[in-house]
């Protein structure tokens, strides 16, 4: 396995990153309403980070990438 290395492709990236913002939204109820689980959203953190730094561990694990590649 090749851990630390980029394995997150720019499409899931981008997806991640709005996922991420969305629900960091949600979670300091901007836009949102306050319903009692809006601690849920802190959860938005993975996708954020994840996407931000290119690395998933749990695509790592799974030998996934959505990198392309360059024969």
């Known amino acids: 396995?090749?851990?630390f290395c980029r394995n997150?492709?720019?499409f899931?990236?981008?997806l991640r990153i709005a996922l991420g913002v969305v629900l960091l939204a949600y979670a300091l109820s901007f836009g949102f309403p306050a319903t009692g689980f809006n601690q849920l959203g802190w959860?938005?953190?993975?996708p954020l980070v994840?996407?931000?730094i290119g690395y998933c561990p749990v695509y790592a694990?799974?030998?996934i990438s959505?990198?392309?590649r360059r024969d």
């Open 1 to 3: 396995m090749n851990f």
């Open 8 to 10: 997150v492709g720019r």
């Open 12 to 14: 899931d990236r981008v």
């Open 43 to 46: 959860l938005g953190l993975i």
């Open 50 to 52: 994840t996407g931000l």
């Open 61 to 63: 694990v799974a030998e």
């Open 66 to 68: 959505t990198v392309a």
